[in-house]
């Protein structure tokens, strides 16, 4: 039985880093409160460093705002940095400090990663990303994401264990494999 398919494949808005042209894109669609994603935070960052050109990973935003509270506005605050260039470099500082994601928070973050703090104060205060984070969550809930961190594999769900970091890797690894013999 094939798991379920991303149904919003992955395009130019979407956050990824890594060759566009990857055999695997590893696509997570994650809450930056969630203790889970922070979890796999690292778990996914080893995973980037020993695959390293075969693999593009797309981070999407899911946040369960009824369970976590500041995960929307964190969100949002990531992609304010992304607007200015840093979008990674907020994903890395949320998931680093997960348990202070309040609006001080959120704003210190910005400038710490050398963002302009007044400007993304101004767009979080507008709802400038609401939409964009709001769209990310409908297209996770149309490709069957009830939780985080759910991630895809070259467009179909993968339903292992995540935290198991050779069974992920193998399962990626194995993802290269098929995607090589396909474009032969």
């Given amino acids: 039985m094939q798991s379920a398919q991303l149904a919003v494949p992955v395009n130019e808005r979407d956050h990824s880093v890594g060759p566009a042209n990857a055999p695997v894109t590893l696509v997570e669609y994650g809450d930056f409160e969630c203790s889970h994603c922070a979890r796999a935070y690292p778990v996914v960052e080893g995973i980037r460093r020993s695959m390293g050109d075969s693999l593009r990973f797309v981070y999407r935003h899911f946040p369960l705002a009824e369970a976590h509270p500041h ?68 297209g996770g809930v149309r490709s069957g994401v009830n939780g985080t961190p759910t991630f895809f594999v070259n467009g179909y769900r993968y339903d292992g264990d995540w935290s198991d970091t050779d069974e992920f890797i193998l399962a990626l690894t194995n993802a290269a494999s098929e995607a090589n013999v396909a474009i032969r």
């Fill in 71 to 138: 995960a929307q506005h964190a969100a949002e605050a990531s992609e304010a940095a992304g607007a200015q260039g840093k979008f990674w470099e907020m994903h890395h500082m949320l998931f680093e400090n997960h348990e202070a994601l309040d609006n001080q928070d959120l704003l210190l973050y910005v400038a710490r990663i050398g963002c302009d703090a007044r400007r993304a104060a101004e767009e979080l205060a507008a709802g400038a990303y609401t939409r964009d984070v709001r769209d990310d969550f409908r």
